[in-house]
Protein backbone atom coordinates (compact mmCIF):
# COMPACT_ATOMS: atom_id res chain seq x y z
CA UNK A 1 0.00 0.00 0.00
CA UNK A 2 2.94 2.40 1.05
CA UNK A 3 4.31 1.63 -2.59
CA UNK A 4 1.04 2.13 -4.32
CA UNK A 5 0.81 5.58 -2.43
CA UNK A 6 3.93 6.63 -3.23
CA UNK A 7 3.93 6.09 -7.19
CA UNK A 8 0.58 7.90 -7.60
CA UNK A 9 1.61 10.56 -5.33
CA UNK A 10 4.78 11.18 -7.71
CA UNK A 11 2.52 10.76 -10.83
CA UNK A 12 0.16 13.06 -9.27
CA UNK A 13 3.19 15.70 -8.62
CA UNK A 14 4.95 15.36 -11.82
CA UNK A 15 1.73 15.87 -13.54
CA UNK A 16 1.12 18.99 -11.56
CA UNK A 17 4.76 20.44 -12.20
CA UNK A 18 4.08 19.97 -16.34
CA UNK A 19 0.71 21.34 -16.20
CA UNK A 20 0.45 24.38 -18.23
CA UNK A 21 -0.60 28.00 -16.73
CA UNK A 22 -3.35 29.70 -18.26
CA UNK A 23 -3.11 32.78 -17.63
CA UNK A 24 -5.70 34.16 -20.05
CA UNK A 25 -9.32 33.73 -19.45
CA UNK A 26 -10.80 31.74 -22.13
CA UNK A 27 -9.38 29.27 -25.09
CA UNK A 28 -6.06 29.85 -26.31
CA UNK A 29 -5.10 28.87 -30.07
CA UNK A 30 -2.33 28.39 -31.51
CA UNK A 31 -2.55 28.69 -35.42
CA UNK A 32 -0.04 27.59 -38.02
CA UNK A 33 2.28 29.57 -39.79
CA UNK A 34 1.18 30.96 -43.18
CA UNK A 35 3.80 32.22 -45.99
CA UNK A 36 4.40 36.03 -46.97
CA UNK A 37 1.18 36.23 -49.22
CA UNK A 38 2.92 39.58 -51.02
CA UNK A 39 5.22 42.48 -50.57
CA UNK A 40 3.91 45.80 -50.40
CA UNK A 41 6.07 48.76 -50.79
CA UNK A 42 4.35 52.43 -50.38
CA UNK A 43 4.30 55.79 -51.61
CA UNK A 44 5.06 58.51 -49.47
CA UNK A 45 2.58 61.18 -48.81
CA UNK A 46 4.09 65.03 -48.45
CA UNK A 47 2.01 66.89 -45.86
CA UNK A 48 1.92 70.82 -46.12
CA UNK A 49 1.98 70.91 -42.32
CA UNK A 50 2.77 69.52 -38.95
CA UNK A 51 1.75 65.59 -38.89
CA UNK A 52 2.91 63.89 -35.77
CA UNK A 53 1.28 61.40 -33.15
CA UNK A 54 -1.51 58.89 -33.72
CA UNK A 55 -3.63 58.54 -37.32
CA UNK A 56 -6.89 57.67 -37.82
CA UNK A 57 -8.98 57.91 -40.89
CA UNK A 58 -12.29 59.18 -41.96
CA UNK A 59 -13.27 59.26 -45.56
CA UNK A 60 -10.74 61.31 -47.57
CA UNK A 61 -9.21 63.09 -44.25
CA UNK A 62 -6.43 61.94 -41.81
CA UNK A 63 -6.69 63.11 -38.33
CA UNK A 64 -3.03 62.89 -36.35
CA UNK A 65 -3.86 63.25 -32.24
CA UNK A 66 -0.42 64.50 -30.26
CA UNK A 67 -1.30 65.88 -26.74
CA UNK A 68 2.08 67.67 -27.11
CA UNK A 69 1.10 69.97 -29.96
CA UNK A 70 1.62 74.23 -28.67
CA UNK A 71 -2.39 74.81 -29.92
CA UNK A 72 -4.08 71.85 -30.74
CA UNK A 73 -4.75 68.29 -30.08
CA UNK A 74 -5.85 66.73 -33.70
CA UNK A 75 -4.55 67.84 -36.70
CA UNK A 76 -6.37 67.02 -39.82
CA UNK A 77 -5.18 66.84 -43.42
CA UNK A 78 -6.55 65.49 -46.48
CA UNK A 79 -5.02 61.99 -47.23
CA UNK A 80 -5.04 62.04 -50.97
CA UNK A 81 -3.79 65.87 -51.23
CA UNK A 82 -1.47 66.00 -47.91
CA UNK A 83 -3.17 69.70 -47.25
CA UNK A 84 -4.02 70.48 -44.35
CA UNK A 85 -7.52 71.37 -43.05
CA UNK A 86 -7.78 72.53 -39.59
CA UNK A 87 -7.40 71.71 -35.94
CA UNK A 88 -9.45 70.08 -33.53
CA UNK A 89 -9.69 70.40 -30.13
CA UNK A 90 -8.04 73.61 -28.60
CA UNK A 91 -5.50 72.46 -25.95
CA UNK A 92 -6.64 75.23 -22.70
CA UNK A 93 -8.23 75.52 -19.62
CA UNK A 94 -11.22 77.94 -21.11
CA UNK A 95 -14.08 77.31 -22.93
CA UNK A 96 -14.15 74.58 -24.98
CA UNK A 97 -10.59 73.50 -24.27
CA UNK A 98 -9.13 70.17 -23.09
CA UNK A 99 -5.66 69.95 -21.84
CA UNK A 100 -5.96 66.43 -22.91
CA UNK A 101 -8.66 64.13 -24.72
CA UNK A 102 -8.31 60.53 -26.24
CA UNK A 103 -7.18 59.40 -29.86
CA UNK A 104 -10.35 58.72 -31.89
CA UNK A 105 -10.34 54.97 -31.99
CA UNK A 106 -13.98 54.29 -33.24
CA UNK A 107 -16.14 56.10 -35.93
CA UNK A 108 -19.66 54.94 -36.29
CA UNK A 109 -22.76 56.44 -38.35
CA UNK A 110 -25.29 58.63 -37.49
CA UNK A 111 -27.91 60.33 -38.95
CA UNK A 112 -25.76 60.18 -41.80
CA UNK A 113 -22.46 61.93 -39.97
CA UNK A 114 -19.21 60.32 -39.03
CA UNK A 115 -18.82 60.54 -35.19
CA UNK A 116 -16.47 59.52 -32.53
CA UNK A 117 -16.87 58.62 -28.91
CA UNK A 118 -13.87 60.87 -26.80
CA UNK A 119 -13.00 61.27 -23.28
CA UNK A 120 -11.13 64.33 -21.19
CA UNK A 121 -9.35 62.76 -18.76
CA UNK A 122 -7.77 65.87 -16.75
CA UNK A 123 -11.87 67.82 -17.02
CA UNK A 124 -13.83 64.26 -15.95
CA UNK A 125 -15.73 64.65 -19.27
CA UNK A 126 -16.40 62.46 -21.70
CA UNK A 127 -18.89 63.63 -25.60
CA UNK A 128 -19.14 62.82 -29.06
CA UNK A 129 -17.33 64.31 -31.58
CA UNK A 130 -18.83 65.06 -34.91
CA UNK A 131 -16.64 64.59 -37.44
CA UNK A 132 -19.07 65.38 -40.30
CA UNK A 133 -19.60 68.52 -38.73
CA UNK A 134 -16.48 69.65 -37.68
CA UNK A 135 -14.69 69.25 -40.93
CA UNK A 136 -17.54 71.14 -42.61
CA UNK A 137 -17.79 74.07 -40.39
CA UNK A 138 -13.35 74.15 -39.73
CA UNK A 139 -13.79 73.73 -35.95
CA UNK A 140 -14.69 71.66 -32.92
CA UNK A 141 -18.52 70.31 -33.11
CA UNK A 142 -19.17 68.32 -30.23
CA UNK A 143 -23.09 66.71 -29.96
CA UNK A 144 -22.31 66.49 -26.25
CA UNK A 145 -20.05 66.81 -23.65
CA UNK A 146 -21.15 64.87 -20.33
CA UNK A 147 -19.62 64.73 -16.85
CA UNK A 148 -17.50 61.53 -16.21
CA UNK A 149 -16.35 61.23 -13.01
CA UNK A 150 -13.48 58.39 -12.83
CA UNK A 151 -11.65 59.43 -9.98
CA UNK A 152 -14.64 59.50 -7.19
CA UNK A 153 -15.33 55.40 -8.90
CA UNK A 154 -12.18 54.44 -10.29
CA UNK A 155 -8.41 54.27 -9.56
CA UNK A 156 -7.37 54.95 -13.22
CA UNK A 157 -8.85 56.82 -15.74
CA UNK A 158 -9.97 54.90 -19.32
CA UNK A 159 -7.65 55.57 -21.89
CA UNK A 160 -9.84 52.98 -24.44
CA UNK A 161 -13.62 53.65 -24.00
CA UNK A 162 -15.75 52.70 -26.84
CA UNK A 163 -20.05 53.48 -27.44
CA UNK A 164 -21.72 50.19 -27.36
CA UNK A 165 -25.29 51.60 -27.71
CA UNK A 166 -27.44 54.56 -26.52
CA UNK A 167 -26.97 53.63 -22.75
CA UNK A 168 -23.68 52.01 -22.23
CA UNK A 169 -19.89 52.24 -23.71
CA UNK A 170 -17.02 49.38 -22.60
CA UNK A 171 -13.80 50.70 -21.48
CA UNK A 172 -10.49 49.14 -20.99
CA UNK A 173 -9.89 48.88 -17.47
CA UNK A 174 -5.91 49.32 -16.78
CA UNK A 175 -4.15 47.07 -14.00
CA UNK A 176 -2.93 48.84 -10.68
CA UNK A 177 -0.34 48.70 -8.79
CA UNK A 178 -0.94 46.83 -5.25
CA UNK A 179 2.42 46.78 -3.61
CA UNK A 180 5.12 49.59 -4.29
CA UNK A 181 7.95 46.95 -2.63
CA UNK A 182 7.02 44.04 -5.01
CA UNK A 183 6.06 45.63 -8.00
CA UNK A 184 2.60 43.39 -8.24
CA UNK A 185 -0.31 44.82 -10.19
CA UNK A 186 -3.73 44.06 -10.70
CA UNK A 187 -5.34 42.53 -14.10
CA UNK A 188 -6.71 44.91 -16.21
CA UNK A 189 -10.48 43.80 -17.38
CA UNK A 190 -12.97 45.04 -20.28
CA UNK A 191 -15.97 46.54 -18.26
CA UNK A 192 -19.59 47.18 -19.58
CA UNK A 193 -20.49 51.25 -17.92
CA UNK A 194 -24.14 52.73 -17.78
CA UNK A 195 -23.33 56.61 -19.55
CA UNK A 196 -25.82 57.96 -17.08
CA UNK A 197 -24.99 56.42 -13.71
CA UNK A 198 -21.60 55.72 -14.94
CA UNK A 199 -21.66 52.91 -12.92
CA UNK A 200 -20.28 49.61 -14.11
CA UNK A 201 -22.88 46.77 -15.04
CA UNK A 202 -21.15 44.08 -16.69
CA UNK A 203 -17.08 43.18 -15.89
CA UNK A 204 -15.42 40.88 -18.25
CA UNK A 205 -12.39 39.12 -16.69
CA UNK A 206 -9.67 38.26 -19.17
CA UNK A 207 -6.80 36.98 -17.36
CA UNK A 208 -6.68 34.53 -14.66
CA UNK A 209 -5.19 35.17 -10.54
CA UNK A 210 -2.36 35.34 -10.35
CA UNK A 211 -0.99 38.43 -12.48
CA UNK A 212 2.11 36.98 -14.36
CA UNK A 213 4.93 38.14 -11.51
CA UNK A 214 8.61 38.72 -12.69
CA UNK A 215 10.80 39.80 -9.58
CA UNK A 216 14.05 40.22 -11.48
CA UNK A 217 11.61 42.89 -14.15
CA UNK A 218 10.91 45.63 -11.51
CA UNK A 219 9.25 48.20 -12.64
CA UNK A 220 8.54 46.74 -15.63
CA UNK A 221 6.01 44.03 -14.27
CA UNK A 222 2.96 46.83 -15.15
CA UNK A 223 3.76 46.37 -19.01
CA UNK A 224 2.85 42.93 -18.86
CA UNK A 225 -0.65 43.30 -20.06
CA UNK A 226 -0.39 45.98 -22.07
CA UNK A 227 -2.40 46.08 -25.12
CA UNK A 228 -3.64 48.22 -28.44
CA UNK A 229 -7.53 47.42 -28.14
CA UNK A 230 -10.35 48.28 -31.09
CA UNK A 231 -13.55 47.39 -31.44
CA UNK A 232 -14.88 45.84 -34.27
CA UNK A 233 -17.15 48.41 -36.28
CA UNK A 234 -20.42 46.14 -35.59
CA UNK A 235 -19.96 46.28 -31.59
CA UNK A 236 -19.84 42.78 -31.62
CA UNK A 237 -16.38 42.25 -30.62
CA UNK A 238 -13.13 43.48 -29.48
CA UNK A 239 -9.59 42.90 -30.64
CA UNK A 240 -6.76 43.14 -28.14
CA UNK A 241 -3.31 43.55 -29.27
CA UNK A 242 -1.07 42.57 -26.39
CA UNK A 243 2.26 44.59 -26.95
CA UNK A 244 4.79 42.19 -24.73
CA UNK A 245 3.40 39.28 -26.39
CA UNK A 246 2.54 38.34 -30.11
CA UNK A 247 -0.65 37.37 -29.12
CA UNK A 248 -4.42 39.26 -30.27
CA UNK A 249 -7.00 38.71 -27.66
CA UNK A 250 -10.55 38.54 -29.68
CA UNK A 251 -13.85 39.17 -26.65
CA UNK A 252 -17.03 38.14 -27.92
CA UNK A 253 -19.13 41.26 -26.26
CA UNK A 254 -22.32 39.55 -25.48
CA UNK A 255 -21.46 36.00 -24.86
CA UNK A 256 -18.37 37.02 -22.60
CA UNK A 257 -16.12 34.78 -24.42
CA UNK A 258 -12.81 34.90 -24.77
CA UNK A 259 -10.01 33.29 -27.19
CA UNK A 260 -6.13 33.96 -27.49
CA UNK A 261 -4.21 34.17 -30.67
CA UNK A 262 -0.93 33.20 -30.90
CA UNK A 263 1.39 31.65 -34.79
CA UNK A 264 3.22 28.94 -33.63
CA UNK A 265 6.76 29.12 -32.64
CA UNK A 266 6.15 32.56 -30.91
CA UNK A 267 6.86 32.99 -27.11
CA UNK A 268 4.14 32.92 -24.97
CA UNK A 269 3.50 34.34 -21.07
CA UNK A 270 6.51 32.41 -19.96
CA UNK A 271 8.99 34.49 -21.74
CA UNK A 272 8.22 37.37 -19.49
CA UNK A 273 9.71 35.84 -17.14
CA UNK A 274 13.09 35.91 -18.15
CA UNK A 275 15.50 38.72 -18.65
CA UNK A 276 14.17 42.72 -18.94
CA UNK A 277 16.91 43.02 -22.04
CA UNK A 278 14.91 40.14 -23.83
CA UNK A 279 11.26 41.61 -24.07
CA UNK A 280 10.04 43.06 -27.06
CA UNK A 281 6.88 44.70 -28.31
CA UNK A 282 5.73 42.66 -31.11
CA UNK A 283 1.91 43.76 -32.29
CA UNK A 284 2.06 48.04 -32.93
CA UNK A 285 -0.95 50.62 -33.38
CA UNK A 286 -3.14 48.09 -35.78
CA UNK A 287 -6.32 47.55 -37.21
CA UNK A 288 -9.74 46.43 -37.65
CA UNK A 289 -12.91 46.16 -40.04
CA UNK A 290 -15.82 44.76 -40.01
CA UNK A 291 -13.62 40.97 -42.26
CA UNK A 292 -10.41 41.64 -40.94
CA UNK A 293 -7.99 42.19 -38.38
CA UNK A 294 -4.75 43.50 -39.08
CA UNK A 295 -2.22 43.20 -37.15
CA UNK A 296 0.98 45.27 -37.46
CA UNK A 297 3.79 43.04 -36.51
CA UNK A 298 7.07 44.83 -35.98
CA UNK A 299 9.27 43.53 -33.41
CA UNK A 300 11.48 45.91 -31.51
CA UNK A 301 13.27 45.80 -28.11
CA UNK A 302 11.03 47.55 -25.62
CA UNK A 303 13.54 48.51 -23.14
CA UNK A 304 16.20 50.27 -25.57
CA UNK A 305 14.99 53.95 -27.03
CA UNK A 306 17.60 53.43 -29.83
CA UNK A 307 16.44 50.16 -31.24
CA UNK A 308 15.15 50.04 -34.71
CA UNK A 309 12.52 47.49 -36.78
CA UNK A 310 13.98 45.62 -38.94
CA UNK A 311 11.33 42.58 -39.57
CA UNK A 312 8.06 44.70 -40.61
CA UNK A 313 4.57 42.62 -41.90
CA UNK A 314 0.94 42.87 -41.11
CA UNK A 315 -0.63 39.51 -40.05
CA UNK A 316 -3.79 39.72 -40.89
CA UNK A 317 -6.97 37.53 -39.45
CA UNK A 318 -10.68 36.97 -39.55
CA UNK A 319 -12.60 37.53 -36.66
CA UNK A 320 -12.73 33.61 -35.80
CA UNK A 321 -9.05 33.58 -35.39
CA UNK A 322 -7.87 32.31 -38.72
CA UNK A 323 -4.68 33.60 -40.10
CA UNK A 324 -5.85 34.30 -43.39
CA UNK A 325 -2.96 36.56 -45.24
CA UNK A 326 0.56 37.82 -44.10
CA UNK A 327 2.04 40.52 -45.78
CA UNK A 328 5.89 41.72 -45.62
CA UNK A 329 5.98 45.39 -45.56
CA UNK A 330 9.15 47.36 -46.97
CA UNK A 331 9.01 50.44 -44.89
CA UNK A 332 9.70 50.20 -40.87
CA UNK A 333 5.71 50.99 -39.70
CA UNK A 334 4.73 51.25 -36.09
CA UNK A 335 1.02 52.34 -37.49
CA UNK A 336 -1.39 51.48 -39.96
CA UNK A 337 -4.89 52.63 -41.01
CA UNK A 338 -6.85 50.26 -43.35
CA UNK A 339 -9.43 52.13 -46.16
CA UNK A 340 -10.47 48.79 -46.87
CA UNK A 341 -13.79 50.74 -49.11
CA UNK A 342 -10.70 51.60 -51.91
CA UNK A 343 -8.99 48.58 -50.32
CA UNK A 344 -5.66 51.12 -48.94
CA UNK A 345 -3.39 51.21 -45.95
CA UNK A 346 -1.62 53.93 -44.53
CA UNK A 347 1.30 53.18 -42.01
CA UNK A 348 3.64 55.62 -40.38
CA UNK A 349 7.15 55.15 -40.43
CA UNK A 350 9.15 54.63 -37.38
CA UNK A 351 10.87 56.76 -35.91
CA UNK A 352 10.40 59.62 -39.14
CA UNK A 353 6.75 59.69 -38.88
CA UNK A 354 6.27 59.40 -42.78
CA UNK A 355 3.78 58.49 -43.87
CA UNK A 356 3.27 55.75 -47.01
CA UNK A 357 0.27 54.19 -49.11
CA UNK A 358 -0.25 51.07 -49.77
CA UNK A 359 -2.64 49.10 -52.62
CA UNK A 360 -3.96 46.39 -50.84
CA UNK A 361 -3.96 42.66 -52.54
CA UNK A 362 -6.72 41.55 -50.57
Not at 185 to 202: A, C, H, K, W
Request: with cysteine; net charge negative.
Amino acid sequence: MKILIYIFSCIFFCCGCNRNVSYINGDMIIVEDIKVSDTLMGKKIVFDSINSGIISLCDSFAFFYNPRMPDYQYYCFNINTGKHVCNFFPLGRGNGEFLNVTPIMQQYFENGEVKAFFTAINEEKAGIFNITQSVKQKATVCDTVFDFKWRSKYTRPFVYVFKYDEDSFMAHKRGVQLTIEEHKYSLPQFVMINSNTGDIERTYHLYNEPALYNPVAADWNGSFYLSWNLMKPDKSKVAMFMTLLPQINILDIGTGALKGIRVVGEPGFEYLKGKVEDLKEYYLFSDVDDKYIYALYAPKSYTDPKATINDCMVHVFDWEGNFVYKLYIYEALNQIRVDLKNKVMYGVSFPTEEVFRYQLPI
